[in-house]
């Protein structure tokens, strides 16, 4: 008998555990989350508008940047034909330098001309470098061909008419005389 009452309570221990498994087991099963429609509508709502909404940003910085980089070159474009305006009149200025006989005149008009040329920095114009330079056809228009020694060869000679530049962009190329090689 005492085989049978030891047998009886792995019996009753046995199935308190096989209760105890079995709850876990449903309890487990509770806490799973359960399958809810409207709430998977409205995560899949929510990821398509948070995507539209960045690419609405991205729309947005490349607009902004489109902008800025218009008015930068529109400012760019009013300077230069401002300044392509009164071009003929540095021009005057400096052919009056040269014909100018009288000194006090002629710093008179020296003072005129730095002070348009200080304007014209101002506002990020720059004058062509060109006698003495290697000729470049994207600064300088060849108007005239001088042969000469091998050392000036391609290098500009005499400058015409200056030109000027705001930032990449040439306002009016400079027209010079260039060297070119002695022909036999």
């Given at each position: 008998m005492a085989k049978s009452a030891h047998e009886n309570?792995?019996?009753?221990?046995?199935?308190?555990?096989?209760?105890?498994?079995f709850e876990t087991d449903s309890t487990i099963r509770e806490e799973e989350p359960k399958k809810n429609p409207e709430a998977d509508a409205l995560r899949e709502e929510l990821k398509k508008e948070k995507d539209d909404y960045l690419r609405l940003r991205a729309d947005y910085e490349n607009f902004r940047r489109r902008n800025q980089e218009a008015t930068v070159n529109a400012r760019r474009e009013?300077?230069?034909?401002?300044v392509e305006a009164i071009l003929p009149a540095i021009d005057s200025i400096d052919r009056a330098l040269g014909i100018c006989s009288d000194e006090k005149a002629k710093e008179g008009i020296l003072l005129i001309k730095k002070q348009i040329e200080t304007?014209?920095?101002?506002?990020?114009?720059?004058?062509i470098p060109a006698e003495g330079q290697p000729f470049d056809h994207n600064l300088h228009n060849a108007v005239q061909r001088s042969e000469v020694e091998e050392e000036s060869v391609g290098k500009v000679l005499e400058v015409y008419q200056r030109g000027y530049k705001i930032g990449?962009?040439?306002?009016?190329?400079?027209?010079?005389?260039?060297?070119?090689e002695k022909s036999e």
């Amino acid at each position: 008998m005492a085989k049978s009452a030891h047998e009886n309570k792995k019996k009753e221990n046995a199935s308190e555990e096989e209760v105890i498994s079995f709850e876990t087991d449903s309890t487990i099963r509770e806490e799973e989350p359960k399958k809810n429609p409207e709430a998977d509508a409205l995560r899949e709502e929510l990821k398509k508008e948070k995507d539209d909404y960045l690419r609405l940003r991205a729309d947005y910085e490349n607009f902004r940047r489109r902008n800025q980089e218009a008015t930068v070159n529109a400012r760019r474009e009013g300077a230069a034909d401002a300044v392509e305006a009164i071009l003929p009149a540095i021009d005057s200025i400096d052919r009056a330098l040269g014909i100018c006989s009288d000194e006090k005149a002629k710093e008179g008009i020296l003072l005129i001309k730095k002070q348009i040329e200080t304007s014209l920095s101002q506002i990020g114009v720059t004058e062509i470098p060109a006698e003495g330079q290697p000729f470049d056809h994207n600064l300088h228009n060849a108007v005239q061909r001088s042969e000469v020694e091998e050392e000036s060869v391609g290098k500009v000679l005499e400058v015409y008419q200056r030109g000027y530049k705001i930032g990449n962009k040439v306002i009016r190329y400079a027209m010079v005389k260039v060297g070119v090689e002695k022909s036999e």
